[in-house]
């Protein structure tokens, strides 16, 4: 009992010698201040862009492969681009059919391919810049298609191309004024009229400033295929190429027997000899998202780079001041060695009061941080999440105990006799 009473006591003391000497606490602690504003805030901004980062990239959902003509980020960079990959065949309609009867681990295949660019009109009104995309069967069960008004495709308009769309927010809102509802009215694309069977959700821009879904035209795949050509492989149809979108099942973690399972299945489609290379592309969304967080990796150690120089100036700061303060109180030092006081009593009021003029000067930080990420900055929400917290606080207090335990340990050896005398 007597133990922790004593350990109130060089508290209360830390805290006193704070306060007598404000001036003097407020220019040590800047230089930690600074440490921990310049980390954390570094770190607040890459986790909170990359946060938006993926969750941009949320529609490519967590459990699905692509079989694709191009490898996502560029390939292994092992081939030359022109000489492999541009060769490579596109994915095709036949292939779709092929997969979706023959694969086991799968719980949802479809075929679908994205045009951009393209033109939306009705009436006197005309929108540019809209995306066509076209998708077969199980589309809405590969991606997350979110009606908002209407319907969504019936298996027979699927089947037969029917010239059926459901349109995204932002091409109801130009197109249809005053509210008006868009389903069942007719719209036209390419001189083609399509009817309206849906809306979806509002998605907003992201952090990239796109709003694809907002201004997209989601029609059967058999449907896009009657205004533009898909599966060619050819350069000037890259932008209209085909791609096949597979969900996995909740029971293959991690969907090694699926990707084993639709490897073999398109090697033994295309013809692929044992001895010759996948001419296709097997791509995971884990793929862009490992890429982004090694790109992030290297902005977080940029940022301790630089917050690393401020705190061991802060650090030396502290070390600096709390050596002036064992000269100040030596006599006090001896006074109370005098009076019984043991050693890590002293010991700890020192090392207290290092540690509270680290923890003020982390604290400092992260308020200015805190306060950065309530201003706007676009569509990028800045939030200082409890981990940094933690970790602001963890580095100021380890900050504090390292330039406190020299000088603590110092004053808590003074000679009581030799302490008095120095006055």
Do not use: H
């Amino acid at each position: 009992m007597s133990f922790l009473v004593q350990i109130f006591e060089s508290f209360r003391f830390a805290w006193k010698a704070l306060q007598v000497n404000v001036l003097r606490t407020v220019l040590s602690l800047l230089g930690v201040t600074i440490g921990i504003f310049a980390i954390i805030s570094v770190l607040t901004i890459v986790d909170s862009l990359e946060r938006n980062v993926k969750t941009s990239l949320n529609f490519l959902g967590t459990d699905v492969l692509y079989v694709d003509k191009f490898p996502w980020g560029g390939g292994d960079g092992s081939r030359d681009w022109w000489k492999s990959y541009i060769k490579w065949p596109t994915s095709s309609y036949p292939e779709y059919r092929f997969l979706k009867n023959n694969l086991q681990y799968s719980s949802a295949v479809c075929i679908y391919a994205n045009v951009g660019g393209g033109i939306v009109k009705r009436n006197s009104n005309s929108l540019g810049q809209v995306n066509f995309v076209g998708g077969s069967d199980d589309y809405d069960q590969v991606f997350d298609v979110k009606i908002a008004e209407g319907r969504y495709f019936s298996e027979l308009e699927i089947a037969s191309g029917r010239d059926v769309v459901i349109i995204g927010y932002e091409i109801k809102q130009k197109l249809f004024l005053n509210d008006e509802n868009p389903i069942g009215k007719t719209i036209r694309i390419k001189n083609r009229k399509y009817t309206v069977i849906g809306t979806t959700e509002r998605e907003g821009e992201n952090v990239f400033g796109d709003s694809f879904g907002d201004y997209s035209c989601l029609m059967p795949y058999n449907a896009l295929r009657k205004i533009y050509q898909t599966g060619t492989g050819r350069w000037n149809e890259f932008n209209a190429r085909s791609v096949i979108g597979l969900r996995g099942s909740e029971k293959d973690l991690g969907l090694v027997a699926l990707e084993n399972e639709l490897r073999g299945l398109m090697r033994g489609r295309r013809g692929l000899k044992p001895t010759e290379k996948d001419n296709f592309a097997i791509n995971r969304p884990e793929a862009i998202a490992n890429m982004i967080s090694g790109v992030f990796d290297v902005l977080s150690l940029a940022g301790w780079v630089i917050g690393g120089f401020s705190i061991l100036v802060g650090g030396f700061g502290i070390a600096n001041i709390m050596f002036v303060s064992v000269k100040e109180r030596t006599s006090i030092i001896g006074l109370q060695k005098s009076l019984g006081a043991k050693n890590y009593f002293i010991l700890f009021q020192f090392l207290f009061e290092s540690i509270f003029l680290s923890l003020i000067g982390g604290l400092t930080g992260l308020l200015l941080v805190w306060l950065i990420s309530r201003v706007s900055i676009g569509n990028l929400e800045i939030v200082l999440s409890a981990k940094n917290v933690v970790l602001g606080l963890g580095v100021s207090t380890i900050i504090g105990i390292v330039s406190g335990v020299v000088p603590a340990a110092m004053a808590s050896r003074l000679d009581p006799v030799e302490a008095i005398r120095s006055t």
